[in-house]
């Protein structure tokens, strides 16, 4: 059974910092994974997909990293900003088209 | 295209009682899914179509039910209310063509549902 575990569950940084948020995953047989951003009340807003053959992928400010043989994923933000405070949540993609979510890394990005 | 859409967007109910939640969708998806969402926990699946007549469990499916009679609906039905089921359930839908074109599943607005 795919389990997703997200470290840390909450970060607290100051505005301009660099910071790497952590995902892993038990299975590596995944068709792809994913990151999201949720802000509070709010639905998913995807930020970042990396198939499973990519190693990493970039947004602007922020990338994604994947490495399906140890099970690990990075997302860097970099010169964080205020407005990037919300919940980012990994998410792996099955064979049968459902995702398994971690819990979430709450990130408060402090002026 | 609506994409995927969730009704209703907020659901009070007694214990005991049932209800259906709605998710359609019109981009011809195989796969959809149901989520619920609880605070610090993530999104759970709890059960999950790829294709219409199938259907299966999640990681959390006791409680509710649901059918596939055609691709463009997947409810979600509570058949008994419990407070432990108060939550934020999201829909989801892709396709095989989507996922391997390296396209994200696509997310319903979400539904919040308040079990008295």
């Known amino acids: 059974k795919q389990e997703v575990t997200q470290i840390p569950a909450a970060l607290s940084v100051p505005e301009g910092e660099n910071l790497v948020l952590n995902c892993s995953f038990t299975?590596?047989?995944?068709?792809?994974l994913q990151w999201f951003r949720q802000d509070p009340g709010k639905g998913l807003t995807s930020l970042l997909l990396i198939q499973s053959s990519q190693r990493e992928q970039t947004s602007g400010r922020l990338n994604a990293s994947l490495d399906k043989s140890s099970g690990r994923s990075t997302l860097y933000i970099a010169a964080s900003q205020p407005g990037d405070s919300a919940t980012y949540l990994c998410?792996?993609?099955?064979?049968?088209?459902?995702?398994?979510f971690g819990k979430g890394t709450k990130l408060s990005v402090k002026p | 295209n609506a994409g995927v859409t969730q009704t209703p967007k907020f659901q009070v109910l007694k214990t005991g009682q049932s209800m259906t939640l709605q998710c359609a969708q019109d981009?011809?998806?195989?796969?959809m899914s149901w989520y619920r969402q609880d605070p610090g926990m993530g999104l759970r699946l709890i059960h999950y179509s790829v294709g219409a007549g199938i259907t299966d469990q999640g990681e959390v499916p006791n409680g509710y039910n649901v059918s596939r009679s055609t691709t463009e609906d997947f409810p979600l039905r509570l058949l008994s209310a419990a407070p432990s089921q108060t939550s934020v359930y999201f829909c989801?839908?892709?396709?095989?063509?989507?996922?391997?074109?390296?396209?994200?599943?696509?997310f319903g607005p979400g539904t919040r549902l308040l079990v008295l």
């Open positions: 989801a839908s892709s396709s095989k063509r989507t996922l391997q074109k390296g396209e994200t599943q696509y």
């Open positions: 981009m011809n998806h195989e796969y």
């Open positions: 299975d590596s047989a995944i068709y792809n």
């Open positions: 998410a792996v993609l099955g064979s049968q088209g459902n995702l398994i």
